[in-house]
């Protein structure tokens, strides 16, 4: 299994090099010389070795050993970049991969509130999307302020009892 880690977004220069958006916070250790990523095409996944990695206006510029040219460059616009998810740094404790909690089921005291759908992050911090039986959304911050405890072997994540929180 893959996990995305950021997406080609364009062409810089004539020389084969891609710019990209990085949704990893890893990048500088993702993006060292030598390095293999994946590019997710319709056709599979191919392997893409990098040779070079320099920042530009608030994006990351890759070249690649196996992309030579603008023309081969352009078609990897808007492919997802990927790792194999062995690869992913272990983290420190109470730090979590985002995609991992999703599916968690979301507890307040012994009462099932949902299930985690989806985690985002906005200017103050991480952000759960809790999914209702029968209810709109709700949206939890993702702070200690408001998470008790989150037991990846059971897949759950409890939250203080604060009244309105869900």
């Known amino acids: 299994m893959h996990v995305i880690i950021g ?10 090099e ?3 958006k990085t949704y990893s916070h890893f990048k500088h250790a993702r993006y060292q010389r ?24 608030g994006r990351d510029v890759l070249g690649f050993e196996e992309i030579d040219s603008l023309e081969e460059a352009s078609t990897f616009k ?9 690869a992913r740094e272990a983290l ?21 509130k949902g299930r985690i759908k989806n985690v985002f992050e906005v200017p ?10 029968g209810r709109k959304d709700a949206l939890v911050p993702f702070l200690k302020a408001y998470v008790e405890h989150v037991d990846q072997t059971r897949r759950r994540v409890d939250l203080v009892d604060l009244e309105g929180l869900l």
């Open 7 to 16: 997406i080609i977004t364009g062409t810089h220069g004539v020389n084969g």
């Open 18 to 20: 891609v710019e990209v």
């Open 34 to 57: 030598g390095n293999v990523l994946y590019a997710r095409k319709r056709t599979g996944r191919i392997p893409l070795t990098v040779v070079t990695h320099k920042e530009k206006k």
């Open 78 to 86: 808007n492919v997802d970049l990927e790792i194999p998810r062995e």
């Open 92 to 112: 420190e404790e109470d730090a979590y991969y985002y995609d991992e909690l999703i599916g968690f089921d979301v507890y307040q005291g012994d009462i099932h």
């Open 124 to 133: 103050q911090g991480a952000m759960l999307r809790v999914a209702r039986d």
